[in-house]
């Protein structure tokens, strides 16, 4: 599958989040850049945004060249891509559980991280915020990833 067919098929998705008609320009743009990028593998989610008012949809692709992060919100639009050979580091955080407070207030706890670190000089990081039942999805992703640099 290709990008392009990927973010064909995120479209729906997309509209959702009721994109501006700018967004959902640059969307399209951004789609046909991808025509020819052979994806090994990918994850996408709807999600609260933490740029913007309401949820975003987050896309990440890659393949054994790029690694392409894309957060698109009703206003805003995020396109990172790194060479795939700059990544250093992946790894996987849970937490999950009950946590009672002082007032005997129990909340469910309910996170899972996938933190990609890549750069040299300045090390950045790619985070992905999602549920603990989303675990198989990651570590898929983080080992499909991680088997790509080892090459």
Known sequence: ???QELLANL???LLRIAPSDKNVEL???IQDSLSRFEIVDSFSQLRRSTTAEGLSLEILLFNDKKVHDI???RTTISFISVITKSINMAFIQTSYGHITNATGQSTLIDSLNLTISYGDDKPRTLI???EVKRFSDINRIQNNLLNLIAK
């Open 1 to 3: 599958m290709t990008g």
């Open 11 to 13: 479209y729906p998705t």
């Open 27 to 29: 969307y399209r743009e």
């Open 71 to 73: 957060v698109i919100s």
């Open 128 to 130: 992905y915020a999602t």
